[in-house]
């Protein structure tokens, strides 16, 4: 019986592919783990949610996905394969050279949803894909599958060892194993979940010649393909290789080891400052899988080391990380908080690292961080009445979220968001392999059927509302054996337990588990309250800088539809430096606040994180003691004054980087870029490049034109502003390299006399770039 739980288990997470297994998946894999499991999942199809905002989301996801067009999603994969199209392709990426990697995310997702809903529609359509896909294969002949523009044609490039790349793209098309990746879990997940055969075949075809294109190549010829983001193809091939039980699989995920990351990992060095990082996180979930299969200490070591350096040197308070896809100086986030904060596809590659490195150690500081990022981050990423999604959940201070259009967009956030709102039924209970005893990772309302010991269990909570849980055994034979539930770590004000209304006594701390061991039978219900209260988290690199929670929720102190100025969100000021104590509950409104004066932001509304969306809102607030605010209060006020007097002799004003304001001035150029440093956008221009715009005039008198960079890139750029094609000024910046620098120009008089606009052109000189540019004043002199 053991195995069979072990075997259903692997089939269930997501670790042997798929997110749960169906019934006949029992035999579907040929090799079994090397490293046994402390914990296992149940799978999908033993869980249903009840009511709760995760039940919410799933079925508005789904009402998304049967919005979808599959022959659209389809229609490259046609193409490629020399067949008619049935029809037009989407637009956005779906129109670009990573054209097709939203199919698998979709593959999977709609595999996901059957195996937690039982919906026949989903299934149809996952019969439907897979057989289209099936069809391109035969008609292409040589087992090759994907959406993006001239995939054979470049794979067979790098076959000779033709590799060119410059980070996104190989030989001319945007991350083609990366697309793979997706088609190859889609696959996957769509046999393991759904029991479609014929998805089976064609992933083995698929990896037949995907494995045959680098059999040939040097390591060497390896390494310079790997600087191309490839995904997470070594976990595919791990993953083919544990259907198959053939070893040229476990081969193929082994050339996807990338040694300049990887190798500094294993050692223990942190090395991701700089990396783009949903890059990194899916190699290293290749390194886990690769870990279970054989056993190999080296990939456990990369594993950990990455979770660990992550989680708590690089991530933010709702569990995301990385600013405009990048990370940066361990502990340094102050200053890293924008509309680009928190890229979903990084948390969601994250909770499936946490999923394996769970297993492996039964360790609920694994399922702290999943709850944390689950509700702060995948669910705070959903519009609640659209479904929508977002590429980043903004964490800069008065931003608000940045939700994307669910049919022109297709964005690997989009993917991966299929995804996220369809699984949640996967991590809420685990069993013990050892004891085959019951864990409660997560408080979400749902339903377990425990078919092997013919329990089924029905946990009822308003959780995260408050603490507290009820669990009623509905089925359940007279047996012995534990249930333990997850002590959250947040949950520091104690804890309450019934047993059968009768009060038990817990020894154990927060971050553990509560274990309750007795004779179980069928009407058993257990009560904990986990009391729930306020608390703040600092910013790593600034203790006045801080977030807070009640209970495991982040909340956002919300504005309302007004965008908020830069210096314009409220702060907290006291003796003490206690925010808590300037926020109060509203009465009648479950997980709703508000703050109060005196010293503090008056009246400013604080609900979950989660619950924001058309809003501006900050959850990062900073507090002074009354000195301290006098001293700033200062200094932001004779900032105000001297913007003040600026404006007053502004003729026109840019903010470059934004639509809006760009858009207004009919800003054009080439090679040119936007770009985000703190909440501040800017644009710059590279490799001869440059842009333009126009500002207002009328006024027959002297001129200057203010240009705002930053000082930090003093000395690195020479470029030329130009005035109506005709009049040049070479500009090279400096400037204190720690602050933003306002260069002010005189204008000659005639270039802006009897006028009512000028055009306003930045250019490169040479192979110069042009700064990074902040915003523009044309002003009186």
């Known amino acids: 019986m053991k195995n069979k739980l072990i075997l259903t288990f692997l089939l269930a997470t997501g670790i042997i592919g798929g997110s749960l297994a169906c019934e006949h998946c029992t035999n579907l894999v040929q090799v079994k783990d090397v490293v046994p499991a402390k914990v296992n999942y149940f799978s ?292 890293r908080l924008a509309t680009t904060t928190c890229e979903t596809c990084n948390t969601y590659n994250m909770l499936k690292l946490s999923q394996h490195l769970y297993r492996w150690t039964d360790d609920p500081q694994y399922l702290d961080y999943y709850e944390r990022a689950l509700y702060n981050h995948i669910l705070a990423s959903q519009h609640p009445e659209d479904a929508r999604t977002c590429y980043f959940v903004s964490l800069g201070m008065g931003t608000r979220k940045n939700f994307y259009s669910k049919d022109n967009n297709f964005t690997c956030c989009m993917g991966s968001g299929f995804e996220n709102h369809s699984k949640y039924g996967g991590a809420i209970y685990s069993y013990t392999t050892d004891k085959n005893d019951l864990n409660v990772n997560l408080y979400i309302p749902s339903v377990l059927t425990w078919k092997e010991r013919n329990i089924r269990l029905k946990m009822e909570t308003a959780y995260p509302e408050d603490g507290k849980v009820a669990i009623r055994l509905e089925e359940c034979p007279s047996q012995q054996f534990d249930i333990n539930l997850r002590y959250p770590a947040w949950a ?130 900073d507090v002074f003691s009354p000195e301290e605010w006098k001293q700033v209060e200062a200094k932001r006020t004779a900032e105000l004054e001297r913007i003040a007097r600026l404006d007053a002799k502004t003729l026109d004003y840019i903010t470059l980087g934004e639509m809006q304001p760009e858009r207004d001035h009919n800003l054009e150029g080439e090679n040119t870029r936007v770009g985000e440093f703190g909440i501040h956008k800017y644009r710059f221009a590279y490799e001869e490049g440059w842009f333009s715009f126009n500002m207002k005039c009328g006024y027959n008198e002297p001129t200057q034109f203010l240009m705002t960079y930053w000082g930090g890139d003093s000395g690195k750029y020479t470029f030329e502003l130009v005035i109506d094609d005709t009049w040049v000024q070479p500009i090279t910046v400096k400037g204190n390299p720690e602050e933003f620098v306002e260069m002010v120009i005189d204008l000659p008089k005639e270039l802006t006399e009897g006028k009512d606009k000028i055009k306003v052109m930045f250019r490169g000189v040479g192979k110069n770039r042009v700064s990074n540019l902040y915003n523009c004043r044309l002003m009186k002199k």
């Not at 076959?159 to 980070?167: E, N, T, V």
């Not at 308070?317 to 405009?324: E, T």
């Open 492 to 621: 520091i004000s104690g804890v309450t337990l019934k047993v059968n209304g009768s009060k038990q006594s817990v020894s154990v701390q927060p971050g553990s588990f509560i274990t309750i061991s007795r004779k179980w039978k069928k009407g058993d219900r257990i009560e904990v309250n986990f009391p729930m209260s306020l608390y703040t988290e600092s910013m790593p690199d600034n203790a006045d800088r801080r977030a807070v929670f009640y209970g495991p929720s982040l909340l956002a102190g919300v504005f309302g539809p007004q965008e908020r100025k830069i210096g314009d969100v409220p702060v907290f000021i006291n003796e003490e430096k206690d925010m808590v104590k300037q926020i109060e509950p509203v009465k009648g409104q479950p997980l709703t606040f508000h703050t109060v004066a005196p010293g503090g932001p008056d009246n400013v509304a604080m609900i979950p994180f989660f619950k924001t969306y058309d809003q501006y809102y900050t959850v990062y607030w």
């Open 44 to 335: 999908l199809k033993d869980v249903r949610l009840l009511d709760s905002p995760f039940k919410h989301a799933m079925e508005l996801n789904n009402e998304w996905m049967m919005e979808l067009d599959m022959d659209r999603l389809l229609s490259n994969f046609r193409k490629n394969a020399d067949l008619e199209p049935k029809a037009e392709s989407y637009g956005s990426w779906e129109a670009m050279g990573i054209a097709g990697h939203t199919l698998g995310h979709y593959l999977t997702a709609l595999s996901q949803q059957y195996a937690s809903t039982g919906d026949e529609e989903c299934k149809r359509r996952v019969d439907y894909i897979v057989s289209e896909l099936d069809s391109c294969q035969i008609n292409f002949v040589n087992g090759f599958i994907g959406g993006m523009p001239g995939g054979d044609k470049v794979f067979k490039e790098v076959k000779k060892g033709i590799i060119r790349s410059k980070g996104f793209d190989l030989n001319g098309i945007w991350v083609p194993w990366y697309n793979e990746h997706k088609t190859m879990m889609g696959l996957s997940d769509a046999y393991l979940l759904v029991g479609n055969e014929t998805a089976k075949k064609v992933l083995v075809n698929l990896s037949d010649y995907l494995a045959d294109i680098i059999s040939g190549l040097s390591n060497e010829q390896i390494q310079e393909m790997l600087n191309c983001e490839y995904g997470g193809m070594n976990e595919a091939f791990a993953q083919v290789y544990a259907l198959t039980g053939d070893k040229k699989y476990l081969d193929a995920s082994y050339k996807f080891y990338h040694e300049r990351l990887q190798d500094k990992l294993a050692e223990g060095l942190d090395v991701l400052p700089g990396l783009h990082s949903n890059t990194q996180i899916p190699k290293i979930i290749g390194s886990a899988r690769q870990y279970e299969l054989t056993g190999n200490k080296r990939d456990e070591k990369i594993a950990e080391f990455f979770w660990h350096t992550i989680v708590h040197s690089h991530s933010y308070a709702n569990g995301g990380n990385s600013m405009g896809e990048y990370l940066s100086t361990p502990r340094k986030l102050n200053d």
